[in-house]
């Protein structure tokens, strides 16, 4: 799924759950940017290439929408980085560490991760094979499953249509609440 909708799907989720517990808007926003972070962190790489290197902000923004197999060529070490790091953020071996680690240090569990965590369940399911398939299992495998590509022309536009409806309804019950 692309950045916009991870952070669209996890705010209104986030927003239906404010009903029900209490929420801090620092907890929102936080939940919010590790639901979109996973996305982000792989292009860092390239955006120290862009600016301490030889790469171009062209190089940076054809990286940050190729399709797979249409990336521009940027040195190997910087493509190594950019995608261990895409399979470091997409990985449930690594989330669950992370959320057994705050969960030890602050017994409880730290809500805001809840975003990381939708980004990765829903990546899975919106990922094919052909379209940078979800390292789930990252590093054991850095196969993925083979899900239905997000940016199929029907599918992006189903979803888009659905987080349409999710944030009117969402607004809507609010207003009507008052």
């Not at 919010?32 to 940076?60: Q, R």
């Not at 790091?85 to 560490?97: D, E, K, N």
Request: glycine share 6%; proline share 6%.
């Amino acid at each position: 799924m692309d950045i916009l909708a991870h952070a669209l799907w996890v705010g209104a989720g986030v927003t239906l759950a404010r009903r029900r517990w209490p929420i801090t808007s620092a907890t929102v926003a936080t939940t919010v940017v590790l639901a979109a972070l996973p996305d982000v962190l792989h292009l860092l790489p390239i955006i120290g290439w862009w600016l301490w290197g030889e790469g171009t902000l062209a190089t940076l923004r054809a990286f940050a929408i190729a399709v797979p197999g249409q990336e521009p060529v940027v040195p190997a070490l910087v493509e190594l980085w950019s995608h261990h790091l895409h399979c470091i953020m997409h990985s449930a071996v690594i989330a669950g560490t992370v959320t057994l680690l705050c969960w030890a240090l602050l017994r409880t569990l730290w809500i805001a991760l809840l975003g990381w965590w939708s980004h990765i369940v829903i990546d899975i399911f919106t990922h094919s094979a052909d379209y940078f398939p979800v390292p789930v299992l990252y590093p054991f495998t850095e196969r993925g499953f083979d899900g239905l590509a997000w940016n199929t022309p029907w599918f992006l536009a189903l979803n888009y249509v659905a987080l349409g409806a999710a944030w009117c309804w969402l607004l809507y019950s609010n207003w009507k609440r008052r």
